[in-house]
């Protein structure tokens, strides 16, 4: 069954900190893996997207990696901001015509 | 210059009431979904549509019925509605199916009491 799951459920840094959060999947074939940011009250936002051949990917504080391999991939945030704080969604997309797989998210909280 | 749009933003409905939600997209796009968000914020996808047809049917009750006038329109139809229908529902887009970018609207917050 494809699934993605993810971890920590919800994190809470200081401002300024890094900090890495973590994907897991199962889907299969595999076609390509996105990080989406949403805030609340909001849809989710595309932040970066990987495919089989990439292991590295960076959007300004924003790094993702993937492991294709060990079927992982994790999101880095650099020098945390308040703005970060949001639900950061691993979505992962197998063949055509088949539905996009999402985890069920990590609430980050940025505090002061 | 809103890439995917949908309206109300908030709906509040008694049970057994009909409801409707649009949604637009102008990014010409041809494929476009119906997403519901629960309480424990799980996106699940219900629907999705490509050049106005139905190529995913989720499991969901026919209570809920999309249509899709054109490819920049799909819109959700709900009869009937109960109290576990409160969720928040996004609409969504993309070039097209399989692998990628999906562009989200705002959302629409659905309670019915």
């Known amino acids: 069954k494809n699934q993605v799951e993810q971890s920590p459920q919800s994190l809470i840094i200081l401002e300024g900190k890094n900090c890495t959060l973590q994907?897991?999947?199962?889907?299969?074939?595999?076609?390509?893996l996105r990080w989406y940011k949403q805030d609340t009250g909001r849809g989710p936002v595309s932040l970066t997207i990987m495919t089989f051949s990439e292991n590295t990917k960076s959007n300004g504080r924003y790094t993702a990696t993937l492991d294709a391999d060990t079927k992982q991939s994790s999101l880095h945030i650099t020098a945390s901001q308040l703005s970060d704080s949001a639900s950061y969604i691993c979505?992962?997309?197998?063949?055509?015509?088949?539905?996009?797989?999402f985890g069920k998210g990590t609430r980050l909280s940025v505090i002061a | 210059d809103t890439a995917v749009s949908q309206t109300p933003k908030y709906l509040v409905t008694q049970m057994g009431n009909d409801k409707s939600i649009k949604c637009e997209q102008n990014l010409g796009h041809d494929t476009m979904y119906w997403y519901k968000q629960d309480s424990k914020k799980f996106l699940k996808i219900m629907f999705s549509y490509n050049n106005k047809e139905l190529i995913i049917n989720e499991t969901v009750p026919n209570r809920f019925s999309p249509k899709s006038p054109d490819k920049a329109h799909l819109n959700l139809h709900i009869n009937s509605l109960e109290l576990g229908d409160s969720a928040v529902y996004f609409c969504?887009?993309?070039?097209?199916?399989?692998?990628?970018?999906?562009?989200f609207g705002q959302g629409t917050r659905l309670t019915v009491v």
């Open positions: 969504a887009s993309s070039l097209s199916t399989g692998g990628t970018e999906a562009f």
């Open positions: 979505v992962v997309s197998a063949q055509r015509n088949t539905p996009l797989v």
């Open positions: 994907c897991n999947y199962t889907v299969s074939p595999f076609s390509n």
